[in-house]
């Protein structure tokens, strides 16, 4: 049946809006051209093109239709300014300069159009330019999380499936046709869009004012999206990054109604915040900006908003309840969010599926990513080799911690607060609710913990438990990440993985609850990994990621740090005469020195004394390491492996010290090892004290040892290349010597499984009773021949970050002063200034006979009973003081700026997600003009 519009034509004016299109107009205007109906006028403007595109326009239109717009005209008023110049016509065409057209696009959209009184606004099919078979849209719509919404998925190809008119919330302005009289009813797009979703508002105003917005799907153009996929290039004027997040966000605000309005304004609030959170984590850090710079845009300026309400209801004919089924499904954007979510762990677990800018290949992979799909077989193994192993090596962790449940402590681990608000209160004030004020910093790490635990807010334990006891596969994730850089040896590769993951699992580290340890050695690889990009090619962004990187490794193990810098200097030293030497040196300055802000005061602290750079965080618990064992990895104590599987380490590197075209390689390999040897044998040569009065306490050595091993298996990773030219039995040999640590230590992993010291019930410091009692404990260890030393307690003992607070403030000093009377000559004023401190009782654990005799001398102390022989008990009666009020309001903008110093170097150096680069646009629409004039009659 032939339309009956065909018998008598409604006239269309058709506008046509330019700005720098010369890549696509050629082929636009050539589809223009070749169309079965034409429009009745055209005109076309140009918006300060500076490509040729203005001069290709004048040859095919002519040059009385053609108007020129500053720089800066949106898209929106660039038609009003065409719509000048053109009679008044039934029906406005608007055409960007990045469609191509079939013969009978127009044709089918007043097919569509002319079928029904009501019918205002109706869009063509679109699909994607260059491919021509994906679709990009059908229709379009707008969650209430301010997305836009195409129902389609992506990359989903053109199969008829969608071959149905249907009414929609709105279409693309790309090939809208759109009624006169409606256009003017509305007055048009929206000046407040100048380029992103103005149609999602128009069509979201037109359904309200009673019409009906069509999709054409007989008609169908062709769409570059040039300027959301940002390939077309910025001038002066053109609108900012965040402008489509911001424009989505207004649509939503301007349209919907009053009843959900201010539900909807505090919602995209919050909302963008934890999308800015979610950006970050997805490594996106230009989407995270954009999320805040919209928010900024959008909150800082509620009168245009106000506005924006009023225009809108002034047209308004129909409820929103009239319209609600031409909205997305509640539950959608959540969807969008655990796909992400999926996506996000699949990058983490096989990070080279995921394109990333700012990470730099060292050598050419030639199976185009880590784990392709092969045909030879279905074996998993085959197909993905390494997420296999990172499969294995999960398991393997897991069984090994099967003692073990979440709220670990014991060793050098203490337990995690009851809320990741005990950790937060650490950072911004100084003291949480351990009895006395601190004017000190929380060390950096217990900032680090507040931030990565905010997901697990109410159970924090939960974060500890995967950092310690899953730290050989997130070792291995990290060393594999520097094998890729290094080596296309795949097998090699995860051979080196492994082995460094199990390099971790049997230092002993793990069970002994050193997390800073383990933390240190999972840094580790990620250090060298960036040193080595900033070495290669120098470059701000990778600087100050090497500076995040060093800081967070330095947080937990503070003995990174001086360790990093050695390794810089002989770098520098090493390249003195390169050309690029005054560059790099200039890099690695700004690296230390971000690591150093990073760290803060606390660093200052440390360095005042040298030898507590061997305190990790954790407890300062006394370690027994033989220099043998040292070299071998630094394995004594609970959890560790006998020191002879190291053995085969030290032996693969010495060996991979023979082949000559990869020595120089391997020689910066030895150059990290023997700087780490060189650390464990000055560490069991000193020892440190810690201002609670511990002293003469032996560093742990696990780390050093451990980055000396991982640098002989990078070693052998490197002169792996060589092991082709090898006889066959030479080579088989060294493979089994290779072999022989992974196998070992595994087995003894696995067998051994983790457990004591560390434990996961809690550990009592003070009796139950006394726990419960309101005010704090002073407990005090030692005798009067060899030194007292005590600390306080509030509830049931210290929790993990709170060992390293130093008590600075003059409570402090004053209680220090009553507790060294009262252990002399006690008086009721020294016990007047405990209660004050809110101290309300003192726990002798091993009571010495002269120093109990002493507290049993002091006035007002009751002594209580104990839950054990060896221990006594004292009660102090009396209402006791509130220490918190010391505190004060500084320190908690302090805390404040430290917090917003460590976002900010986050935002600032995550690697970004790589945009897609744009498809080669030559021929892909046959152009019959061969570069001749297309003239528009």
């Known amino acids: 049946m032939i339309p009956a519009w065909r018998s008598s034509p409604p006239t269309v004016a058709a506008v046509l809006v330019s700005h720098d299109g010369a890549t696509w107009l050629p082929k636009v205007l050539s589809s223009l051209a070749g169309l079965n109906h034409a429009p009745t006028a055209w005109h076309a403007v140009d918006v300060s093109s500076t490509d040729g595109s203005a001069e290709l326009l004048r040859r095919s239109f002519g040059a009385e239709r053609i108007t020129y717009a500053p720089s800066g005209t949106g898209f929106g008023q660039a038609v009003r300014l065409g719509l000048a ?200 850090p230009e989407g995270a900006a954009d999320e805040l710079l919209a928010l900024r845009a959008i909150y800082l300026h509620p009168a245009r908003l106000k506005h924006a309400r009023r225009w809108r209801q002034s047209t308004a004919r129909r409820g929103h309840e009239d319209i609600a089924h031409l909205f997305p499904p509640w539950w959608q954007p959540y969807q969008h969010s655990w796909d992400g979510l999926i996506e996000a762990i699949r990058a983490a677990v096989r990070p080279e599926t995921t394109e990333t800018v700012g990470r730099r290949t060292y050598v050419e992979d030639s199976e185009d990513g880590e784990e392709p799909e092969l045909d030879e077989g279905p074996s998993i193994w085959r197909r993905h080799p390494w997420l296999t192993a990172t499969a294995l090596l999960t398991i393997a962790a897991v069984l090994a911690a099967r003692p073990l449940a979440p709220g670990l402590s014991g060793g050098a681990l203490l337990p995690a607060p009851g809320t990741a608000g005990g950790w937060w209160d650490l950072v911004l004030r100084g003291a949480h609710d351990t009895g006395l004020p601190s004017l000190a910093f929380a060390p950096p790490y217990v900032l680090l913990l507040g931030l990565a635990s905010v997901p697990v807010w109410f159970a924090p334990e939960i974060l500890i438990w995967v950092l310690l006891l899953l730290a050989p596969v997130l070792a291995g994730l990290t060393a594999h990440r520097l094998a890729r850089l290094v080596s296309s040896q795949r097998p090699a590769r995860i051979l080196f993985a492994v082995s460094y993951a199990l390099v971790v699992a049997a230092g002993g580290a793990i069970d002994q609850g050193r997390l800073g340890t383990v933390v240190g050695l999972v840094v580790a690889p990620v250090i060298v990994n960036v040193a080595l990009q900033l070495v290669t090619v120098p470059h701000w962004q990778t600087a100050l990621r090497l500076g995040i990187w060093v800081a967070v490794g330095a947080a937990f193990a503070p003995l990174v740090l001086p360790m990093t810098v050695v390794a810089l200097v002989v770098v520098l030293v090493a390249r003195r005469g390169h050309e690029q030497l005054r560059e790099l040196a200039i890099h690695v300055g700004a690296s230390l020195g971000v690591a150093a802000v990073l760290l803060g005061p606390w660093l200052v602290q440390r360095t005042l004394h040298p ?249 007002s102390m009751q002594p209580a009973g104990s839950e054990s022989p060896t221990s006594r008990v004292w009660t102090i009666e009396g209402q006791p003081g509130d220490p918190s009020r010391d505190v004060t309001w500084w320190r908690l903008g302090l805390g404040a700026v430290q917090v917003a110093v460590w976002l900010l170097a986050l935002v600032l150096t995550a690697p970004v997600r790589r945009r897609p680069e744009p498809e080669p646009y030559d021929d892909e629409v046959d152009d019959e003009t061969d570069g001749a004039a297309v003239v528009l009659k």
């Open 85 to 284: 110049e053109l009679p008044r016509t039934d029906w406005i065409w608007l055409l960007h300069d990045d469609v191509t057209v079939t013969p009978g696009t127009l044709a089918g959209l007043l097919d569509e159009a002319t079928s029904a009184d009501d019918i205002a606004i109706v869009g063509p099919k679109i699909r994607e330019w260059p491919s021509l078979r994906r679709l990009l849209e059908v229709g379009l719509t707008l969650s209430g999380t301010a997305s836009r919404e195409t129902g389609l998925e992506t990359g989903e190809p053109d199969a008829g499936q969608h071959d149905w008119a249907e009414d929609v919330l709105a279409v693309n302005t790309a090939g809208m046709l759109v009624r006169r009289d409606v256009w003017d009813e509305l007055g048009g797009l929206d000046p407040e869009l100048p380029l992103f979703a103005d149609d999602l508002d128009l069509g979201w105003r037109a359904n309200r004012a009673g019409h009906r917005v069509r999709t054409a799907p007989g008609a169908v153009v062709f769409h570059a999206e040039a300027s959301r996929r940002r390939v077309r290039e910025r001038g002066a004027g053109d609108p900012p990054h965040h402008e489509r997040r911001r424009a989505e966000m207004f649509t939503v605000l301007a349209n919907v109604s009053t009843r959900r309005f201010a539900w909807q304004y505090v919602r995209l609030f919050f909302g963008s915040l934890l999308r800015f959170v979610g950006q970050l984590v997805g490594r996106n």
């Open 611 to 859: 030898t507590r750079l061997w305190w990790d965080a954790g407890v300062a618990v006394s370690a027994d390491t033989s220099l043998p064992s040292a070299v071998l990895g630094g394995w004594s104590g609970p959890g560790s492996a006998p020191g002879w599987m190291g053995v085969s380490i030290v032996v693969i590197g010495v060996l991979a010290l023979l082949p000559a075209l990869t020595r120089d390689e391997v020689r910066w390999a030895w150059a990290v090892g023997l700087i780490g040897l060189a650390a464990a044998v000055v560490g069991h040569l000193v020892t440190y004290g810690t201002p609670s009065g511990a002293q003469d306490i032996a560093p742990t050595l696990a780390l050093p040892s451990g980055i000396f091993l991982g640098a002989m298996l990078a070693a052998a990773l490197l002169a792996s290349e060589e092991l082709e030219f090898l006889p066959r039995r030479l080579a088989a040999g060294v493979v089994v010597v290779a072999l022989v640590f992974p196998v070992a230590a595994g087995v003894h992993w696995l067998v051994r499984g983790s457990g004591d010291p560390l434990t996961d019930s809690s550990v009592e410091i003070v009796p139950a009773y006394l726990a419960e009692r309101n005010g704090s404990t002073l407990v005090v260890r030692g005798d009067l021949d060899d030194g007292v030393r005590y600390t306080l307690v509030r509830g049931g003992g210290q929790e993990l970050g709170e060992e390293a607070m130093i008590r600075s403030s003059d409570t402090a000093d004053d209680v220090r002063t009553a507790v060294d009377r009262l252990l002399s000559a006690p008086s009721a004023d020294d016990v007047q200034v405990l209660l004050d401190a809110g101290i309300t009782a003192v726990y002798l654990p091993d009571a010495d006979d002269r120093l109990a005799s002493r507290v049993d001398a002091a006035p």
